[in-house]
């Protein structure tokens, strides 16, 4: 295993970092050397040269001797063909699924409506079905993908790879979804919380980079958040680090799937928002909650922006805990911008510990992908490895 326990997880994490740094290099320069490559990068001759190491075994690059300045060199350029890898979120309303190559280049992407609450077997069915028409379209043999991460927003035992807390995503619980989804498409699968998906997504392609202490707040129909610890993925023994949906902000509150009163998402999550715009506009869905938002209905923005303010106090009691240096919004509520931000940064802010300068509130610049992204390089670290793609299928 790669990114899950163990102490060499977070040097695990922070190599895939700059993996993806100098990859984006030789994207962007073409043919360049390893002086040139820590030159653009900041990194030590040492990490490039074990980098490239890596990238050379993982078939993403080919290295050419040359001269450079009278002295010899070695030239980094990416392989035209490359282990490819599939990404897929499965959310409560749509299932995204994204296919990369090992130098985590898109090469296929597709999304998909699903029902309210959508059962195990047919959605994994149709996951099954999507990657093997991509994988079709695209004239690649399924054995050459590596390996499929899966974002689920549940949270997810670490050791069994399923569902750990009952109550969540009914159906899905009795399911050995990862067994499941190898049987239908006989390549490894790897099964991850979809909030902890996106933190890695976005501290390898979005606004974390650079941030070693850094949570990911995935606002949608319930909340939950990824947290990154010194580089590191965060799950805790039973995998529900980070569940903030079910952190109590109404003692009196109705009682939550959870079988606790007044969890964080019977007060913003989506059937609380919903019902609480019933008496004046009817039944709305949350899409429409939220395009009515961005056009200025003063209720909807109302409703938005009181929902910013409770998560904020959450997450501002979360950074407390932790010391967190920047918080990344993501999901649907995100996509209302400030509506959402401003008072949920505000409620972090107005605590004199945390302050102005201390904590950076922004939103995900992903645009709906951190998930897929985010579950599609988890399994090219842990499946593109040869040595740690046996552990983990095992
Ligand atoms: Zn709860």
Redesign the pocket.
């Known amino acids: 295993m790669v990114l899950y326990g163990g102490p060499s997880g977070s040097q695990a994490s922070l190599r895939e970092a700059n993996s993806v740094r100098v990859v984006d290099a030789i994207q962007r320069y073409g043919r360049i050397t390893q002086v040139e490559l820590a030159a653009v990068t900041g990194l030590s001759s040492a990490t490039i040269s074990n980098i490239v190491k890596q990238l050379v075994e993982r078939g993403v690059v080919a290295t050419e001797n040359t001269i450079r300045s009278g002295r010899r060199a070695q030239l980094v350029h990416l392989r035209t063909q490359s282990a490819l890898a599939v990404g897929v979120h499965i959310a409560k309303r749509a299932l995204r699924i994204e296919i990369a190559d090992a130098s985590h280049t898109i090469t296929a992407e597709k999304v998909l409506p699903l029902p309210t609450d959508h059962r195990a077997d047919t959605t994994l069915d149709r996951a099954a079905l999507l990657i093997s028409e991509l994988t079709d379209e695209m004239g690649v043999p399924l054995d050459e993908i590596v390996g499929i991460g899966l974002a689920l927003p549940a949270p997810i035992d670490p050791h069994t790879r399923n569902i750990s807390v009952r109550g969540i995503m009914r159906d899905w619980e009795e399911t050995d979804i990862r067994h499941v989804l190898e049987r239908r498409l006989g390549r490894p699968v790897l099964v991850e919380n979809d909030a902890n998906a996106a933190a890695i997504g976005e501290y390898l392609y979005g606004n974390l980079r650079g941030y070693s202490d850094g949570v990911y707040i995935r606002a949608s129909y319930h909340c939950g958040a990824g947290i990154m610890l010194n580089g590191k993925l965060h799950h805790g023994p039973h995998g529900i680090a980070g569940?903030i949906?079910?952190v109590?902000v109404d003692p009196l509150g109705p009682i939550?799937?959870?079988?606790?009163r007044g969890?964080?998402?019977?007060v913003v999550g989506a059937d609380a928002l919903i019902d609480l715009l019933r008496v004046s506009r009817g039944h709305l869905s949350l899409r429409d909650v939220i395009t009515l938002a961005n056009d200025g209905d003063p209720g909807c923005v109302h409703l938005i922006s009181d929902a910013g303010t409770t998560i904020g106090q959450v997450v501002a009691n979360l950074i407390t805990w932790l010391d967190t240096q920047r918080i990344v919004v993501g999901g649907e509520l995100a996509e209302t911008g400030d509506i959402l931000l401003a008072p949920l940064s505000s409620a972090i802010r107005t605590r004199p510990l945390l302050g102005y300068d201390r904590v950076s509130v922004v939103q995900s610049a992903l645009h709906g992908t951190a998930e897929s992204k985010g579950a599609l390089a988890l399994a090219l670290q842990t499946f593109s490895d040869p040595i740690t793609a046996t552990s983990e299928v095992a």
Do not use: A, I, K, R
């Open positions: 569940e949906g079910h109590q939550c799937q959870c079988g606790n969890c964080l998402n019977t």
